[in-house]
C-alpha cells in the first residue's frame, strides 16, 4: 500500500538545507488512531474476560469466594448431565436456526441484489427487513405469545377459515415458538452480509457462466455461492453466537421446557455463584470460540473485510 | 545547482520491500519545457512523477526544485502542483470552493479567495459553472477544474499523471492543444506522464523513455523517433522496423519501406495482412527468416499494385534510412 | 436482454412477501394490541378499545417507571452513539494501513462481537464488585454497550474506507493542507454519511440492548431492562403500547437521518460517464 510522504512530519532544517524530518512513521499514526478502540476493549472485554478466567479456579461457600487454584469447578461443569443436556440442546436450536436463516436470508438477499431493478425499490424492500429490527427484541419475542398462542391470532385465523377443528397445541411453548422467534430475530443478520458479498459480485461473471451454457441453478451453485461465501459465513457466525449466547428467547417461549446454557448461567449469578458461573462461563467461551474460529477457516474474514 | 533547469534528478530511487520500481535514475529538465515522461505500465514512471511531487518518499538520491533541495520536503513546500488522473475534485465542494480550497489552507480571506478562484476558473472558460458540484459537471470540465485548482497555486512545475486516459479520442486531441498552449502562456515546466506514444510525441519538448525503473533514452521526439536507442524503444515508438541487420539489429521508418515484387537483393517475406487506414495502407509481412515487419504505403501507391495476404514480396529500403540500434 | 421475468422472480418474490407478512405480523399484533380495552389482557381477544395502556406509559407504577428509564435510555444511546463514532472513525483510519498487531485488534474486536452478551456483562460487573467500585449507567453499562457498538461500528468503517479514494487525501495534500485540515475539509465530509450510518446503527443498538446491561446497569434501568421487569412480574398490554411507542421513536428518528443521509449522497453521487 502506498503511503503519502511528508504528511506526519515535523521539519528540521539545518544550515538551511532540509534534513531527515523527525516525524512520526506511519504505523505509529495508526497506533494512536486505534489505540482509544483498543484501550476500550482491552479494559471492558479482554480484562473482563481473563478475569473470570480466574475466578473459574477460586474456592467458594455461601458466605464469598476465596482465591485458589481448583478445577472443582470445571469438574463440577463437566460431570453434570444437564450440562451437556443443554448444550446439546442449544446446538439443536442454533443448527436449525442457522439452516433456517441461511435459506431465508440467501434468497432474499439474492432477491434484492439480482431480481429487484432499481435502486431505490431495493432501499425500500431492505428497509422494509430491517425496520422490525428496530424495535426492541424482547418485546417483539412476547409478541409471540398471542399470536401463537391457543386463543392467538393464528389459531382464530385457521379455525374461522375451517383450515383446522381445533387449535394447534404445538405453536407455543415449544420448540417449535423458540425457533420461529429466532427466526424472527436474527434473519436480518444473514440478509445484510449476505447482500453485501452478492453486491461485490460482477455482473459479468454471471453472464459468462450462462454463456457457457450453465442453467440457473448451476450458476447458483457453481458461481454466486462460493463468490458469497464471505457473507455467509459472517452471517452464520452471526446467528450462531446470537442463538447460542441467547438469555431470553428459550426461557420465554419454551414455556420452560427448555434451558438456554446462559439462562442457567445466570442463575448461578444471582445466586452470587461466582466461581461455578465463572467455570461455566470460560466453558461457554471455549466452546463458541471454537466454532467462531472454525467458520472463519472457510473465508479469511480479516482480508475480506479489511480492504 | 544549476539554475538553468527546473527539476534535476540525482541518482533517484524508489523501492517498495524487496521490489525496485525505479533504479537510480537521473534527469534534467530544462526550465520551462514540455516533459513528457513514457513508457508502458510498470516502468516506473508514476512512482517518479509522484516522486518530484512529494506524495511518494524516496528510497535514495535527491530531487532538486529551480536549484533547491527539496528531497524530504512535503508537497507545498515544493513549488509543484499536481493533477491527479482521477482529477479527485472534492465532491463535496463547488468547482469555486474546490479551486479556492489551497488558498483556504493558508488562511486566504473568504472573499479575496473566491475572487481569485473565479479568476482561474475564466482561465479555462468555466467561470458560469462556478457554483456546480463536480458530479454534475462532464469529464473534460472536470478536468479543466482540476487544472484551474492547480495552477492557482502559482507552481513552478505542473505535474500530470495520465490527463487524457479518461478522454474520448475526439476530446483527447483538443485538450492535447489546450494543455501545450497553457503550459507556452504560463511559462512554466509540464511533466506529462503517459503511455501513449502519439500523446508523448505531439507534446514533448523533451521526451523521456523509461522501461523497467531505467530511463532509456531522453531527447526530443524527433531525436527518439528518428534514432532510437534500443529496439525496445523502437518497438514502443511505433512505425518502425526492428530487423536483424548484418551488424546487428537495425530499425528502417514503416513508412520508408517499400514492396518490391519478388526478386534478387531486400529482404524477401510474405503478407500477413492488409489494412487500410485512410492516408496509407498499412501491409503487415513476415520475413522469410521469421521476423515481423510492415510497410505504410501511401494509398496511390497501394492501389496501383495491391498485394494479397499469402502472397510473396519482397521488403527494400534505402540504406540512408536505415539506424543501428544498440541492442 | 430479455425484459420478461425469469420464473425464479416470481418465486423469490413470493417468498420475499411471505417473510415480510411474517416479520410484521407480530408486529401488527403489537400495534393492535396497544389499543386493547382497559379489562383485557395480554393475548387475544380484544376487549374493546382504549388508549388506556399509553396513558399507564406516562404514569410511574410501582413496578416500573417508564418515562424515567425512557429518559436514561436515550441519553445513554446518544452518549454511546457520539462514542462510538469518535472511536470507530478514528480506528477505521488507523486500520487502512498496516501496522504491528492489527490482526489482534480485529479479532479482538470480532471476539467482542460475538462473545456472549451476558457473560461480557458478568465480566465488567464482577470486577467492578471485585474492585469495590459501584457500578452505574455511565459507567459499566456504558462500557458494556461500547463492546457491542464498537465491532459494529469498526466493521462498517471498513465498508466505508474502503470505498474512499485516496487522491482526495493526496489532492488535499498537494494544495497545501496538513493532517488536520486534511481531516476537518476532506476526509471528514466525503465520509460523512457513512459515519452519520455508524451514529445511528450504534444509537439503535444501544437503546434496544438488555443483555450485555443488564448485569452492569446498577440501581436505575434503561428502558429495555424496565420492560424486562414488567414482563416478569405483571403482563399487560402496556407492554404492547411501549412497543408501539418505540417503535414509532425509532421509526422516526431513523427516518430523518435517512433523509439527511440520502440528501447528501444524491448531491455528491458521481455521474456516471
Given at each position: 500500500m502506498m503511503q503519502a510522504s511528508g504528511?506526519?512530519?515535523?521539519?528540521?532544517?539545518?544550515?538551511?538545507?532540509?534534513?531527515?524530518?523527525?516525524?512520526?512513521?506511519?504505523?505509529?499514526?495508526?497506533?494512536?488512531?486505534?489505540?482509544?478502540?483498543?484501550?476500550?476493549?482491552?479494559?471492558?472485554?479482554?480484562?473482563?474476560?481473563?478475569?473470570?478466567?480466574?475466578?473459574?479456579?477460586?474456592?467458594?461457600?455461601?458466605?464469598?469466594?476465596?482465591?485458589?487454584?481448583?478445577?472443582d469447578n470445571y469438574v463440577e461443569v463437566f460431570t453434570t448431565p444437564a450440562t451437556l443436556r443443554i448444550y446439546l440442546s442449544s446446538l439443536r436450536f442454533a443448527l436449525i436456526v442457522w439452516a433456517t436463516t441461511l435459506f431465508l436470508g440467501f434468497s432474499i438477499a439474492q432477491f434484492l441484489v439480482f431480481h429487484v431493478r432499481t435502486a431505490r425499490m431495493r432501499m425500500l424492500l431492505f428497509l422494509a427487513c430491517a425496520i422490525p429490527f428496530w424495535t426492541s427484541g424482547i418485546i417483539r419475542t412476547i409478541a409471540w405469545i398471542p399470536f401463537l398462542g391457543r386463543n392467538g391470532a393464528f389459531n382464530t385465523m385457521l379455525l374461522d377459515l375451517r383450515i383446522i377443528d381445533?387449535?394447534?397445541?404445538?405453536?407455543?411453548?415449544?420448540?417449535?415458538?423458540?425457533?420461529?422467534?429466532?427466526?424472527?430475530?436474527y434473519t436480518l443478520l444473514m440478509i445484510g452480509p449476505i447482500a453485501n458479498s452478492l453486491s461485490k459480485i460482477d455482473k459479468a461473471l454471471i453472464e459468462a457462466a450462462r454463456d457457457a451454457g450453465a442453467s440457473r441453478f448451476q450458476t447458483l451453485f457453481w458461481v454466486i455461492i462460493p463468490l458469497a461465501r464471505t457473507g455467509i459465513v459472517l452471517g452464520s457466525?452471526?446467528?450462531?453466537?446470537?442463538?447460542?449466547g441467547d438469555y431470553f428467547v428459550v426461557k420465554r417461549m419454551s414455556g420452560g421446557q427448555s434451558a438456554s446454557i446462559v439462562s442457567a448461567?445466570?442463575?448461578?449469578?444471582?445466586?452470587?455463584?461466582?466461581?461455578?458461573?465463572?467455570?461455566?462461563?470460560?466453558?461457554?467461551?471455549?466452546?463458541?470460540?471454537?466454532?467462531?474460529a472454525g467458520m472463519m477457516r472457510i473465508v479469511d474474514v480479516r482480508k475480506e473485510l479489511v480492504s | 545547482?544549476?539554475?538553468?533547469?527546473?527539476?534535476?534528478?540525482?541518482?533517484?530511487?524508489?523501492?517498495?520491500?524487496?521490489?525496485?520500481?525505479?533504479?537510480?535514475?537521473?534527469?534534467?529538465?530544462?526550465?520551462?519545457?514540455?516533459?513528457?515522461?513514457?513508457?508502458p505500465s510498470g516502468c516506473g514512471k508514476t512512482s517518479t512523477l509522484r516522486m518530484i511531487a512529494g506524495h511518494e518518499s524516496i528510497s535514495g538520491g535527491d530531487v532538486l526544485i529551480d536549484g533547491r533541495n527539496v528531497t524530504g520536503l512535503p508537497p507545498v513546500k515544493r513549488g509543484t502542483a499536481m493533477m491527479f488522473q482521477s482529477y479527485a475534485l472534492f465532491p463535496h465542494l463547488s468547482c469555486v470552493d474546490n479551486v479556492a480550497f489551497s488558498l483556504r489552507m493558508r488562511g486566504v480571506g473568504k472573499?479575496?479567495?473566491?475572487?481569485?478562484?473565479?479568476?482561474?476558473?475564466?482561465?479555462?472558460?468555466?467561470?458560469?459553472?462556478?457554483?456546480?458540484?463536480?458530479?454534475?459537471?462532464?469529464?473534460?470540465?472536470?478536468?479543466?477544474?482540476?487544472?484551474?485548482?492547480?495552477?492557482?497555486?502559482?507552481?513552478?512545475?505542473?505535474?500530470?499523471?495520465?490527463?487524457?486516459?479518461?478522454?474520448?479520442?475526439?476530446?483527447?486531441?483538443?485538450?492535447?492543444?489546450?494543455?501545450?498552449?497553457?503550459?507556452?502562456e504560463l511559462g512554466i515546466t509540464f511533466i506529462h506522464v503517459t503511455h501513449s506514444q502519439d500523446e508523448a510525441m505531439a507534446l514533448a519538448?523533451?521526451?523521456?523513455?523509461?522501461?523497467?525503473?531505467?530511463?532509456r533514452q531522453v531527447g526530443t521526439p524527433r531525436d527518439v523517433f528518428e534514432r532510437p536507442a534500443s529496439s525496445f524503444i523502437a518497438r514502443f515508438i511505433g512505425g518502425q522496423n526492428v530487423l536483424t541487420g548484418s551488424a546487428g539489429p537495425i530499425a528502417i521508418r514503416a513508412d520508408r519501406c517499400r514492396l518490391e515484387p519478388a526478386g534478387p537483393g531486400g529482404v524477401p517475406a510474405s503478407v500477413v495482412a492488409v489494412e487500410y487506414l485512410g492516408t496509407v495502407v498499412r501491409v503487415a509481412l513476415k520475413t522469410n527468416s521469421g521476423e515481423e515487419a510492415s510497410v505504410m504505403v501511401p494509398d496511390h501507391v497501394y492501389y496501383a499494385a495491391p498485394v494479397e495476404p499469402g502472397s510473396g514480396t519482397r521488403l527494400t529500403w534505402s540504406p540512408d534510412d536505415e539506424h543501428a540500434l544498440a541492442a | 436482454m430479455d425484459d420478461r421475468r425469469p420464473f425464479t422472480f416470481y418465486l423469490l418474490a413470493g417468498l420475499m412477501a411471505l417473510f415480510l407478512l411474517f416479520l410484521y405480523g407480530p408486529m401488527v399484533i403489537i400495534y393492535v394490541l396497544s389499543f386493547q380495552g382497559p379489562d383485557g389482557g395480554v393475548t387475544f381477544p380484544m376487549v374493546g378499545l382504549s388508549t388506556k395502556w399509553f396513558g399507564d406509559i406516562l404514569r410511574p407504577g410501582q413496578m416500573a417507571d417508564i418515562p424515567a428509564s425512557f429518559g436514561r435510555s436515550l441519553l445513554l444511546a446518544a452518549l454511546v452513539s457520539v462514542l462510538t463514532v469518535v472511536l470507530s472513525v478514528a480506528a477505521g483510519l488507523g486500520f487502512r494501513r498496516r501496522f504491528p498487531g492489527a490482526g489482534l485488534l480485529f479479532y479482538v474486536a470480532i471476539a467482542s462481537l460475538v462473545m456472549p452478551s451476558l457473560l461480557v456483562g458478568f465480566g465488567i460487573s464482577l470486577g467492578f464488585q471485585m474492585l469495590g467500585l459501584e457500578q452505574g449507567l455511565f459507567t459499566s453499562a456504558l462500557g458494556a454497550q461500547l463492546t457491542w457498538t464498537l465491532p459494529f461500528g469498526l466493521l462498517t468503517m471498513f465498508a466505508v474506507v474502503a470505498r474512499f479514494n485516496r487522491s482526495y487525501e493526496e489532492a488535499a495534500t498537494d494544495l497545501g493542507a496538513n493532517a488536520w485540515q486534511r481531516l476537518r475539509y476532506v476526509t471528514v465530509p466525503i465520509l460523512l454519511p457513512g459515519i452519520i450510518g455508524v451514529g445511528i446503527g450504534a444509537f439503535t443498538l444501544s437503546y434496544d440492548e438488555y443483555a450485555r446491561t443488564t448485569l452492569t446497569i446498577g440501581s436505575h434501568n434503561t428502558l429495555p431492562l424496565e420492560i424486562y421487569a414488567?414482563?416478569?412480574?405483571?403482563?399487560?398490554?402496556?407492554?404492547?403500547?411501549?412497543?408501539?411507542?418505540?417503535?414509532?421513536?425509532?421509526?422516526?428518528?431513523?427516518?430523518?437521518?435517512?433523509?439527511?443521509?440520502?440528501?447528501?449522497?444524491?448531491?455528491?453521487?458521481?455521474?456516471?460517464?
Open positions: 504528511t506526519h512530519a515535523l521539519e528540521l532544517v539545518v544550515d538551511g538545507r532540509p534534513r531527515a524530518r523527525v516525524g512520526l512513521p506511519a504505523w505509529a499514526v495508526s497506533w494512536l488512531q486505534v489505540a482509544p478502540v483498543a484501550v476500550v476493549l482491552a479494559v471492558l472485554f479482554v480484562a473482563p474476560t481473563v478475569l473470570f478466567l480466574v475466578v473459574s479456579f477460586f474456592d467458594y461457600d455461601r458466605v464469598g469466594m476465596y482465591p485458589a487454584f481448583m478445577l381445533t387449535p394447534l397445541e404445538f405453536l407455543l411453548f415449544s420448540d417449535f415458538s423458540v425457533i420461529i422467534t429466532y427466526v424472527h430475530l457466525i452471526l446467528v450462531f453466537t446470537q442463538v447460542i448461567l445466570s442463575t448461578e449469578i444471582q445466586a452470587m455463584q461466582f466461581p461455578p458461573a465463572s467455570a461455566n462461563a470460560v466453558v461457554l467461551v471455549a466452546f463458541v470460540a471454537v466454532l467462531v | 545547482m544549476d539554475p538553468r533547469y527546473d527539476v534535476e534528478l540525482v541518482d533517484v530511487s524508489k523501492r517498495y520491500g524487496a521490489t525496485t520500481a525505479v533504479d537510480a535514475i537521473s534527469l534534467r529538465i530544462p526550465k520551462a519545457s514540455y516533459c513528457c515522461l513514457l513508457g472573499a479575496e479567495r473566491l475572487r481569485k478562484a473565479r479568476e482561474f476558473l475564466d482561465l479555462v472558460q468555466l467561470g458560469a459553472y462556478a457554483e456546480r458540484l463536480p458530479a454534475q459537471l462532464s469529464g473534460g470540465q472536470q478536468q479543466r477544474v482540476a487544472l484551474a485548482r492547480a495552477l492557482i497555486i502559482g507552481p513552478q512545475v505542473l505535474l500530470l499523471d495520465e490527463p487524457l486516459s479518461a478522454l474520448d479520442p475526439f476530446l483527447r486531441v483538443r485538450v492535447r492543444e489546450e494543455l501545450k498552449r497553457l503550459q507556452r519538448d523533451q521526451m523521456v523513455m523509461m522501461e523497467d525503473g531505467h530511463i | 414488567l414482563i416478569a412480574s405483571d403482563s399487560t398490554p402496556v407492554l404492547f403500547a411501549i412497543g408501539t411507542v418505540t417503535t414509532v421513536v425509532s421509526f422516526t428518528l431513523i427516518g430523518l437521518t435517512l433523509a439527511v443521509v440520502l440528501r447528501l449522497q444524491r448531491r455528491r453521487s458521481m455521474r456516471m460517464a
